[in-house]
């Protein structure tokens, strides 16, 4: 399936998270297209000889010219997850009653997925 490579960044507010050829599930010549990313999602990359997960929140899937930006509020790759940390943020979130309590539970369940643990 090399021919269905294109070039991916994956790009947070702070910084370039990911950035290479791979697949994303997302054809070569794919029409021109942007879209509003779901709250905790888990991205996959798939190049020649690994598979990269990403959890990214909130931003946009932009489509052009064969190249798929991801433009996340937040971004990180699932080797860089600290586990710990993200348990105890979906503890947290799921014991408020504080009306962003739903969001935050979304995102560290994606932290968690990216980084190949379940809740």
């Known amino acids: 399936m090399a ?6 960044e994956v790009v947070s507010v702070e ?5 290479g050829e791979g697949e ?3 054809l070569p010549g794919h029409w021109d297209h942007l879209s509003v990313l779901a709250p905790g999602g888990v991205v996959d990359i798939r190049t020649d000889d ?8 909130g931003g946009f899937l932009l489509i052009h010219d064969n190249v ?15 586990v710990s940390r993200a348990r105890a943020s979906l503890d947290r979130a799921r014991g408020s009653d504080d009306e962003h309590a739903e969001e935050a539970v979304q995102r560290a369940e994606a932290r ?3 980084a190949g643990e379940s809740d």
Request: charged fraction near 30%; proline fraction near 0%; hydrophobic fraction near 50%.
């Open 3 to 8: 021919d269905a490579k294109l070039d991916v």
């Open 15 to 19: 910084k370039k998270v990911w950035t």
């Open 24 to 26: 994303i599930g997302i």
């Open 50 to 57: 690994s598979s990269t997960l990403a959890a990214v929140h």
């Open 68 to 82: 798929v930006r991801i433009l996340a509020e937040t971004a990180e790759l699932g080797d860089e997850i600290d």
């Open 112 to 114: 968690l997925r990216a």
